[in-house]
Nanobody
Framework: QVQLIESGGGSVQAGGSLRLSCVAS????????MGWFRQAPGKEREGVAT???????SYADSVKGRFTISQDKYTAAVYLQMSSLQSEDTAIYYC????????????????????WGRGTQVTVSS
């Protein structure tokens, strides 16, 4: 089992920044691949960014160049640094974990993730 706890959401004006954190516990093998997903009101969940324990990352085109995913392997934390935020980034952001050790660990492969956090709200006002 893997537990995921997100924090760092909040309200910010367009152009601002936020940093989301996700602290993971449980089987290391089940969280080799970590990711951030989001769901805006009335929309389907979409992948934002992923990172493998051996460091390869992937990003959705909509956030590339603005968001950065990183990890601290010692504290089992994953971060999402969000900059140049836009109103379209308003959503609930979820941390997710899975055991994928290959190219399956990607933002557009949500089937690779078995564990999900409860989410943290990000609101960007224009």
């Amino acid at each position: 089992q893997v537990q995921l706890i997100e924090s760092g959401g909040g309200s910010v004006q367009a152009g601002g920044s936020l940093r989301l954190s996700c602290v993971a516990s449980g089987s290391m093998y089940s969280r080799y691949c970590m990711g951030w997903f989001r769901q805006a009101p009335g929309k389907e969940r979409e992948g934002v960014a992923t990172i493998r324990r051996d460091d390869p990352t992937s990003y959705a085109d909509s956030v590339k160049g603005r968001f950065t995913i990183s990890q601290d392997k010692y504290t089992a934390a994953v971060y999402l640094q969000m900059s140049s935020l836009q109103s379209e980034d308003t959503a609930i952001y979820y941390c997710a974990a899975g055991g994928a050790r290959d190219s399956g660990c990607r933002y557009d492969n949500d089937w690779a993730f078995n564990y999900w956090g409860r989410g943290t709200q990000v609101t960007v006002s224009s």
